[in-house]
């Protein structure tokens, strides 16, 4: 990882680590989700770390994201109802919002 530096262990890293004023810690986190305006990320079984520097907390967090639509549903869901419906995207996205993102109405309703 530095080159010149040899192997170090973990025990010196973390030492070295403590001495600079930084700690991390494991979260168990089941899932992990980032609000934006229109939209959510959603990292679901995340591997999640809190660092601590200084007093200053730092998370990272690693893993397979996905995107929600803001009312519950995701881009998939609108695509399978317009594909089982025939309905255009926008109805589509509309029922769902009025309906609470309910994907098997959607689909019975519209067709």
């Given amino acids: 990882m530095f080159p010149g530096l040899g192997k170090i262990n973990a025990k010196q890293v973390e ?64 695509e399978m109802v317009v594909e089982k419906t025939g309905k255009g995207e926008a109805e589509v996205r509309d029922f769902l919002k009025k309906n609470n993102g309910d994907i098997a109405l959607a689909i019975l309703e519209l067709k």
């Fill in 15 to 78: 030492k070295v680590m403590k001495q600079m004023g930084i700690s991390q810690q494991n979260v168990d986190a089941k899932r992990v989700i980032i609000e934006f305006e229109d939209k959510n990320l959603v990292i679901d079984e995340p591997s999640v770390t809190r660092v601590n520097m200084q007093g200053q907390d730092t998370w990272q967090i690693t893993g397979e994201s996905r995107e929600e639509g803001r009312e519950g549903f995701n881009n998939e869901d609108v």
